[in-house]
């Protein structure tokens, strides 16, 4: 079963497997997002704290681009889907975060939940041949690939250090905190 805290965020359980345990801190982090950002139209989702360009609109695209990368591009070394694909990423190196701006919440909003489904469902394909210890079939420069372990655990750094940028960004839009 399954607990939410107050915010709808479900808590990771605390004495299951490490894939479980994994899992449960990787969706905990989507959770924070989806809060930071829920609720908030183009004006919310545009707002940005200091000197800083970065907004929540940008790290709800941005998010939808590491899902794809992570889970998509490198588990099974396939292209990148677009719109990432048709993107020169060495003339718009941000390009996720700047072109937000011209998207509507919804489709922010849509396009990053649609990036999670396809997460989870290469997650699943990936542990239906192989486990946390096996690696993505796209390679570093190196040679080396990442585990899947790295790949959850990156995905939660990556996850809890923009959720960081969030709660700054979403409490000069309403004054809403929280962790």
């Known amino acids: 079963m399954v607990n939410f805290d107050d ?3 479900p808590e ?3 004495a299951v497997g490490e894939l479980e345990t994994l899992l449960g801190f990787l969706n905990f982090q989507r959770a924070t997002l989806k809060w930071k950002c829920d609720a908030l ?4 989702l545009n707002v940005s ?3 800083s360009t970065m907004t929540l609109g940008g790290l709800l695209k941005h998010m939808t681009f590491v899902e794809n990368e992570w889970f998509w591009r490198w588990l099974d070394d396939n292209d ?3 719109p990432w694909l048709s993107i020169d990423w060495e003339q718009q190196p941000d390009w996720e975060f700047t072109s937000a701006r011209q998207d509507s919440p919804e489709s922010l909003r849509n396009n990053w939940e649609a990036s999670i489904v396809l997460s989870n469902q290469q997650i699943e394909k ?5 486990s946390l210890d096996g690696l993505a079939l796209r390679k570093w420069p ?3 690939s990442p585990s899947l372990r790295w790949i959850l655990v990156h995905m939660i750094e990556e996850y809890a250090r923009h959720n960081g940028h969030a709660d700054l960004m979403r409490e000069v839009v309403d004054g809403q905190t929280g962790e």
């Open 12 to 14: 990771p359980e605390p």
């Open 80 to 82: 990148r889907l677009e």
């Open 41 to 44: 139209g183009s004006e919310g």
């Open 7 to 9: 915010v709808g965020r």
């Open 142 to 144: 190196s040679g080396e």
């Open 126 to 130: 990936f542990l239906a041949n192989g």
């Open 49 to 51: 704290v200091g000197v």
